[in-house]
T-cell receptor, first 117, second 112 residues
């Protein structure tokens, strides 16, 4: 079985400053990991994914995440926040890719990112 | 290429009724998954279909069911609605079961 813990339920940063959203996972197998973003009243949009290739994954809109197996972490970062980044961010693990046979995607609780002008 | 579409976008029902939600995947995608999103439980996996067969099922009661058609379109049905079924229901499609899932805008269901 796999699970995901997002360590920050709410994060507030000033526009132009770095963003860090933390995610830890547990999985019996080598997981595939994703970050999705959800803007108000919208569906989920894929930001980036890790599937056992490069440990530093670059996504859309300047976001990137680093897979650290020793720390079982997959933190999301962005060097400079923009007002349009304000949204809910979900860290997601999938066991389907790794033969775990688990059910679909497992979502973290979400991190609400607030951007201060 | 058009994204995942879900209909209807909003729905209001009363307890005891049933509801059917529809999802049209991205063209060429054969796998469709359904998720329920609520403030209390977050995002939870309902089930996944591939080539008209249910491949995986989450921990939901039998009132929740689904199916997939030969054109990969999928429907989800909830019978005997309860207040707790009020949620945003998200559909996601992928090329196969092993590919990245792309989400639709969701159907917001309110049960009164």
């Amino acid at each position: 079985a796999q699970s995901v813990t997002q360590l920050d339920s709410h994060v507030s940063v000033s526009e132009g400053t770095p963003v860090l959203l933390r995610c830890n996972y547990s999985s019996s197998y080598s997981p595939s990991l994703f970050w999705y973003v959800q803007h108000p009243n919208k569906g989920l949009q894929l930001l980036l994914k890790y599937t056992s290739a490069a440990t530093l994954v670059k996504g859309i809109n300047g976001f990137e995440a680093e897979f650290k197996k020793s720390e079982t972490s997959f933190h999301l970062t962005k060097p400079s926040a923009h007002m349009s980044d304000a949204a809910e961010y979900f860290c997601v693990v999938s066991g389907l890719y790794s033969g775990g046979g688990d059910d679909g995607l497992s979502f973290g609780e979400g991190s609400h990112l607030i951007i201060q002008p | 290429k058009a994204g995942v579409t879900q209909t209807p976008r909003y729905l209001i029902k009363t307890r005891g009724q049933q509801v059917t939600l529809s999802c049209s995947p991205i063209s060429g995608h054969r796998s469709v998954s359904w998720y329920q999103q609520t403030p209390g439980q977050g995002l939870q996996f309902l089930f996944e279909y591939f080539s008209e067969t249910q491949r995986n099922k989450g921990n939901f009661p039998g009132r929740f069911s689904g199916r997939q058609f030969s054109n990969s379109r999928s429907e989800m049905n909830v019978s005997t609605l309860e207040l707790g079924d009020s949620a945003l229901y998200l559909c996601a499609s992928s090329l196969t079961e092993l590919e990245t899932q792309y989400f639709g805008p969701g159907t917001r269901l309110l049960v009164l």
